[in-house]
C-alpha cells in the first residue's frame, strides 16, 4: 500500500488525497469521482485489479468514521474488504473492523491500534500494514484538524443514493457485463 510509505512525495501525495476525500464529507462537501477501477467480478465478490491505493483509502476512511459511531449491531457489508496477497493485511483488515477504538485529540489511532492484544509484533515488519497506520494516523489528523458531524458524515460516505465518493467498476472479462 504505497500511499503509506513515508517519504517527503508520498506524504504530499497521501495529505492531498486524503484532503480531497475527506472534504467531500463536510456539510459543503462536494460529491468526489474516483475515476475506474479496473476488475473482475467472481460469484458477487470484486476482485480489483487496479485502484488498490483508492480502495484501501476508502475501506480506511471506513473503520474511522465507524469508530466514532455507537457500536453497531449489525454486521455492515464494508467489512468484507480483504487482501488476497498479504495474510497479514488481510487479519489486520479483520482487526480494524472489528475493534472500536475510543479516540481523542491526544490518540494517535497507529499507538491505540499497535497496544492491543490482537495486534501482532510481525506485523510491525509488513508495509502495508505501517501504511495502512500512516494513513489512519493522517486521517485522524485531518479530522481533528476539520472538526465535524461523524454521524452526518457517515451517513454522506453510505448514502447510497447520492453517494459522497463514487468510482466506476470497469470489469475486465469480457463476458462480465457488470
Known sequence: YAQGRKTVGVGRIRSQFVDAVCSTLLPDGKPIELDFIYGNVDNG????LDGQQRLT???????YLVWQQPEQETPLLWIKFSYATRPGAREFCKLLSQCHPQLSADSIPSVWLMDQA??????????TIRSMLVVLDELHQWFETYPIDFEAA???LIDIDNPAIRFHVLPMNADDKT
Do not use: S
Open 45 to 48: 465478490k470484486f476482485i480489483p
Open 57 to 63: 483509502l476508502l475501506f480506511l476512511l471506513h473503520c
Open 118 to 127: 490482537e495486534y501482532l509484533p510481525t506485523w510491525d515488519h509488513d508495509p
Open 154 to 156: 457517515w451517513n454522506k
